[in-house]
């Protein structure tokens, strides 16, 4: 790797190995690549031209080029003093999250968001990664932000802190890894989803201990799933909705593909009644505009709820009942949504997003 690194240190020579040479690209080129960009070496046209070549080559259907690209871009990351080679801080203990791809076109409410604020009163301490909205009309980020959070104040130097008193901390991309800016703003650009979007559930700076990852794709499972296992991630779940959907289907049938404490990647497939839950349409379970979606969040955490959130609220229910199942909160799946529907349906959610909003504000 170091030697052709030496040779191509520029992204021009390294783009015209993938064009001229595709069979010959290896995770070296792809290193070299992202170090040229973040170096400010790199002209837009070069990025975008990088940028395509590796969706055409289809390196995120290969673990170890996504296993290159995940770890050159955690190199590049603000860490947080959360822990020191995967050994939880005494007073944070063990951290989680919840996240997915995006991109999977349903345009669902904001799941993850709201079960990794259900699974942090329900006692986990919650390192939520994410951004604004790319492909979908309100992103994690959007929704918090919306509720009063001001994310853009939550640096590397306050998640312990965060951590520590409110078991929540909002880990926003943009403020945690600063050298992926070039990239950021090409992939803005052009429009569809770069092999970059699947890097967002795999390069949390804090390294969460176990978590639940969604990806938008069946044919992504294992694949991330073993970068994930290659990387040295145990305890994590990476799933995918029958329908091609990044989070656990309230619809049916969810493909599971969970690493173990031995490395091995187990298969399986969970449904609503794992949960005690019944199933529902995707459809009644749709995401909207930014201040519809507040609206649907306000009532669930104010325990208002109308007919149409029943979906949504169950969604959310098998999504957290499963992040507290894969931390060992809960015995079983269906144990899982029960403590997340009892935490729902108390007061302590709510309470929880106020005191952080407000904390937010004076950082």
Same mark, same amino acid.
């Given at each position: 790797?170091?030697?052709?690194?030496?040779?191509?240190?520029?992204?021009?020579?390294?783009?015209?190995?993938?064009?001229?040479?595709?069979?010959?690209?290896?995770?070296?080129?792809?290193?070299?690549?992202?170090?040229?960009?973040?170096?400010?070496?790199?002209?837009?046209?070069?990025?975008?031209?990088?940028?395509?070549?590796?969706?055409?080559?289809?390196?995120?259907?290969?673990?170890?080029?996504?296993?290159?690209?995940?770890?050159?871009?955690?190199?590049?990351?603000?860490?947080?003093?959360?822990?020191?080679?995967?050994?939880?801080?005494?007073?944070?203990?063990?951290?989680?999250?919840?996240?997915?791809?995006?991109?999977?076109?349903?345009?669902?409410?904001?799941?993850?968001?709201?079960?990794?604020?259900?699974?942090?009163?329900?006692?986990?301490?919650?390192?939520?990664?994410?951004?604004?909205?790319?492909?979908?009309?309100?992103?994690?980020?959007?929704?918090?932000?919306?509720?009063?959070?001001?994310?853009?104040?939550?640096?590397?130097?306050?998640?312990?802190?965060?951590?520590?008193?409110?078991?929540?901390?909002?880990?926003?991309?943009?403020?945690? /890894?600063?050298?992926?800016?070039?990239?950021?703003?090409?992939?803005?650009?052009?429009?569809?989803?770069?092999?970059?979007?699947?890097?967002?559930?795999?390069?949390?700076?804090?390294?969460?201990?176990?978590?639940?990852?969604?990806?938008?794709?069946?044919?992504?499972?294992?694949?991330?799933?073993?970068?994930?296992?290659?990387?040295?991630?145990?305890?994590?779940?990476?799933?995918?909705?029958?329908?091609?959907?990044?989070?656990?289907?309230?619809?049916?049938?969810?493909?599971?593909?969970?690493?173990?404490?031995?490395?091995?990647?187990?298969?399986?497939?969970? /449904?609503?009644?794992?949960?005690?839950?019944?199933?529902?349409?995707?459809?009644?379970?749709?995401?909207?505009?930014?201040?519809?979606?507040?609206?649907?969040?306000?009532?669930?955490?104010?325990?208002?709820?109308?007919?149409?959130?029943?979906?949504?609220?169950?969604?959310?229910?098998?999504?957290?009942?499963?992040?507290?199942?894969?931390?060992?909160?809960?015995?079983?799946?269906?144990?899982?949504?029960?403590?997340?529907?009892?935490?729902?349906?108390?007061?302590?959610?709510?309470?929880?997003?106020?005191?952080?909003?407000?904390?937010?504000?004076?950082?």
């Amino acid at each position: 790797m170091t030697a052709i690194l030496e040779e191509q240190r520029h992204l021009k020579d390294i783009l015209k190995q993938i064009v001229l040479h595709p069979e010959s690209l290896t995770p070296a080129h792809v290193v070299g690549g992202i170090r040229s960009i973040v170096r400010g070496e790199a002209s837009d046209a070069q990025i975008g031209g990088f940028l395509i070549a590796l969706k055409l080559r289809r390196i995120d259907n290969d673990p170890e080029m996504v296993v290159a690209l995940a770890q050159e871009t955690l190199r590049g990351a603000i860490v947080p003093d959360v822990g020191l080679d995967g050994k939880p801080r005494e007073d944070i203990g063990m951290i989680v999250d919840i996240i997915g791809t995006g991109g999977d076109g349903w345009n669902t409410f904001n799941i993850s968001t709201t079960s990794s604020l259900i699974a942090a009163a329900a006692g986990l301490t919650v390192a939520k990664h994410g951004s604004r909205a790319f492909s979908s009309n309100c992103g994690s980020a959007d929704l918090l932000e919306g509720m009063g959070c001001n994310l853009s104040a939550v640096l590397p130097v306050h998640v312990a802190m965060f951590l520590k008193e409110y078991r929540y901390c909002f880990i926003l991309a943009n403020n945690f /890894h600063p050298s992926m800016h070039y990239v950021t703003k090409m992939w803005n650009e052009l429009g569809f989803p770069t092999p970059f979007k699947v890097l967002g559930p795999m390069t949390n700076p804090v390294v969460p201990h176990r978590a639940v990852i969604g990806v938008n794709s069946k044919a992504l499972g294992p694949v991330m799933a073993e970068a994930l296992r290659i990387m040295g991630r145990r305890n994590y779940a990476v799933v995918c909705g029958d329908e091609n959907l990044d989070e656990i289907s309230i619809a049916g049938d969810t493909h599971v593909w969970h690493i173990q404490e031995s490395g091995e990647i187990r298969n399986y497939t969970i /449904h609503p009644r794992d949960f005690g839950v019944p199933a529902h349409p995707l459809s009644e379970a749709a995401g909207a505009t930014l201040e519809e979606n507040k609206a649907t969040l306000h009532r669930l955490l104010s325990n208002e709820l109308e007919e149409r959130d029943i979906a949504v609220r169950d969604f959310v229910l098998i999504n957290t009942g499963f992040l507290l199942y894969v931390a060992g909160t809960a015995s079983s799946m269906e144990e899982g949504a029960t403590i997340a529907r009892q935490t729902l349906e108390s007061s302590k959610v709510k309470s929880l997003l106020e005191s952080f909003a407000k904390a937010t504000w004076t950082l």
